[in-house]
């Protein structure tokens, strides 16, 4: 089974900072991937960034970065330079087999953009 | 073809009734999945359809819960005798099998209130 830990309930960041999304996570299988999901009010889910398990590099994806730390099963997400779009949930999940057969999310964080 | 479309979007019933939701997934993706989301935590896994075929029920999918995807294309969730406890957001996601690396695409859900 997997699990994925998000510790951060809320998180307030003024406009222009970066900011570092944390995620924890657990599996016993050597091959998987982990996501990072923003989920808007209005409820949809939209991709951020993944990185697979044997990714030797750390995924970014224009402001968004994972700071993958293999040996201490973490993918923190890093938006650099945040604007006020950013406000949202933020949601860390894992797959394994590559996520095909369904994603474990964490429980989010809700991030809030201060002008 | 603009995205994954789920219809309604939010559904309110009185508790015992039978609710219906549909998901039209992105065309060209064979791979359709399943999700609720309650208040305050991330989407879990309810179940997954490979072209037309069921290939993985969550524990959480019940007796009173069905889902089919009679010709591959679109899919349905029915949920029978529904019970307070179902009031959620639904998510339906699709995907191209070999190609999850780039995560799912989401629908923006159906909320469903049962009073």
């Known amino acids: 089974a997997q699990k994925i830990t998000q510790t951060q309930p809320g998180m307030f960041v003024q406009e222009k900072e970066a900011v570092t999304l944390d995620c924890t996570y657990d599996?016993?299988?050597?091959?998987?991937?982990l996501f990072w999901y923003k989920q808007p009010s209005s409820g949809e889910m939209i991709f951020l960034i993944y990185q697979g398990s044997y990714d030797q590099q750390n995924a970014t994806e224009g402001r968004y970065s994972l700071n993958f730390q293999k040996a201490r099963k973490s993918a923190n997400l890093v938006i650099s330079a945040s604007q006020l779009g950013d406000s949202a949930m933020y949601f860390c999940?894992?797959?394994?087999?590559?996520?095909?057969?369904?994603?474990?999310f964490g429980k989010g964080t809700h991030l809030i953009i201060q002008p | 073809d603009t995205g994954v479309s789920q219809n309604p979007r939010h559904k309110i019933t009185k508790r015992g009734q039978n609710v219906t939701f549909r998901c039209d997934p992105i065309?060209?993706?064979?791979?359709l999945y399943w999700y609720r989301q309650t208040l305050g935590q991330g989407p879990e896994f309810l179940t997954y359809f490979q072209n037309e075929a069921q290939l993985e029920k969550s524990r959480l999918l019940s007796d009173r819960f069905s889902a089919e995807r009679p010709k591959g294309s679109f899919s349905t969730l029915e949920i029978q005798r529904t019970e307070q406890g179902d009031s959620a957001m639904y998510l339906c996601?699709?995907?191209?099998?070999?190609?999850?690396?780039?995560?799912?695409?989401f629908g923006s859900g159906t909320r469903l209130t049962v009073v």
């Open positions: 599996t016993s299988d050597p091959s998987y991937g």
């Open positions: 999940a894992m797959g394994v087999r590559g996520g095909a057969d369904g994603l474990t």
């Open positions: 065309s060209e993706h064979n791979r």
């Open positions: 996601a699709s995907s191209l099998s070999r190609t999850v690396i780039n995560g799912y695409t």
